[in-house]
């Protein structure tokens, strides 16, 4: 939506979107609405494949997308709530707290702005005196109370700043004022899966889209999804079979006629943050349904599609199995939970996950009428409004500085991926 905004906005060029299903189904219509500014692999991580220069323009790049979100609102005066909070990522194993540690010495040496670390007292003697200026000391109970948890297994909270808003309105407000203000030069058409795309002759311009029912001829084609199926791309040396790892991402949610503080937080299990395990999140927002006025969304766990499995919302295994695991979790961790409760929803929806977790935005190196802004890493909303500016810059013909966001060139060892 966003990608189709600013071109609509920046440049004089009709857009036409093709969905595959409906506008803001999918992980869009299924996620816990929380708009965060961060990469789902850590400073640590990126630095094993980029500079700090890199990483630290990427991180000001995304956090540029805050305010691109507000100015969307504000210019097109849809009715979308976004609500900021100041959030907390928990900790319950002393490894993850070194990590975090080592993280914010990196942060301090690239010069990027950090928020608040808590650390419980009990802990925090142990932590070598090289680290304490990096944390502040807070009694357990105070620290479970941020966290709306009770089970006393954590040690450690990370400020961070999130915003959380219904995306899913969000995608179809939008479309519906793109509608009405460009009708001559914006199209929608739902239900109609791509299934293959023609790149120009040698690289050249054009693109030529195939669906069941219609072709398509168009100066460029802009991939903003999480998955492709059968899709099939020919033309030139470039391939996104293999591109992006789908992962289906489950959540539960419960109402409550009661409107609080709105509240996020996000918690790792005790076996680290880098094990299969995982982590659960939760966020409250406002609601508003009848007598509902909040939704508190939990996420956990996500499931890696195989190799050749497409993914249905009606037929995955097993999956009364994920939202039950996070449903104990939150009737075991939440402040406000209790034994009896019992879920009001339950939704799935398909991610994207790059091989960098990096999200990869702009022209494909063989082909530039062939454009990305794609990979959802888990961290998908801001990501995604950034990437959707820096699309249109490519095809206003701006002269944009290389960026961690790039498509690498194919080599033939390599020729499956874009990334």
């Not at 994920?322 to 019992?342: L, P, Q």
């Not at 339950?346 to 990869?360: E, Q």
Request: contains cysteine; aromatic residues 8%.
């Amino acid at each position: 939506m966003v990608t189709s905004y600013f071109l609509l906005r920046d440049t004089n060029l009709s857009v036409m979107l093709v969905e595959k299903s409906r506008v803001a189904h999918g992980a869009t219509g299924h996620n816990g609405g929380q708009a965060v500014a961060a990469f789902e692999r850590s400073m640590l991580e990126l630095s094993e494949t980029f500079s700090a220069e890199d990483i630290y323009e990427g991180q000001k790049a995304i956090n540029s997308a805050w305010g691109l979100l507000r100015s969307i609102i504000k210019e097109t005066g849809i009715d979308v709530d976004l609500q900021e909070v100041t959030a907390y990522i928990a900790y319950s194993s002393m490894d993850d707290v070194r990590l975090m540690l080592q993280e914010r010495q990196l942060s301090d040496r690239l010069g990027l702005p950090k928020r608040d670390m808590l650390l419980a007292e009990d802990v925090a003697g142990s932590i070598p005196e090289v680290y304490h200026s990096l944390f502040k000391k807070v009694p357990g109970k105070e620290l479970n109370e941020i966290l709306l948890t009770r089970d006393g297994n954590y040690i450690c909270a990370l400020e961070a700043r999130i915003g959380l808003i219904n995306s899913a309105l969000f995608c179809e407000e939008l479309v519906s004022w793109m509608r009405n203000h460009h009708s001559g030069r914006f199209r929608v058409y739902e239900d109609t899966p791509v299934r293959r795309i023609t790149l120009g002759k040698d690289g050249g311009d054009g693109v030529v889209l195939e669906t069941d029912r219609n072709t398509v001829d168009a100066k460029h084609a802009v991939l903003c999804t999480n998955g492709y199926g059968d899709l099939k791309i020919e033309g030139a040396d470039t391939s996104i079979t293999g591109a992006i790892r789908g992962v289906v991402g489950f959540m539960v949610g419960y109402l409550n006629e009661i409107e609080r503080k709105p509240a996020s937080s996000v918690y790792f299990s005790s076996k680290g943050s880098g094990q299969a395990e995982g982590y659960y999140y939760l966020s409250r927002r406002r609601y508003i349904d009848g007598p509902n006025r909040e939704l508190t969304s939990v996420g956990g766990p996500d499931r890696p599609l195989g190799k050749k499995e497409i993914y249905s919302p009606e037929d995955m295994p097993e999956v009364e199995e994920y939202y039950s695991r996070i449903e104990e979790f939150y009737r075991k961790t939440a402040i406000d939970a209790s034994a009896e409760m019992r879920r009001d929803f339950s939704w799935n929806g398909l991610m994207g996950y790059t091989s960098s977790g990096v999200r990869v935005i702009g022209p494909d190196p063989t082909c530039p009428s062939l454009i990305y802004n794609m990979g959802c890493n888990g961290i998908g909303i801001l990501p995604s409004i950034y990437g959707g500016k820096r699309v249109a810059q490519f095809i206003k013909g701006e002269t944009l500085a290389p960026s961690i966001f790039d498509p690498v060139p194919i080599s033939p060892t390599t020729s499956s991926k874009i990334d």
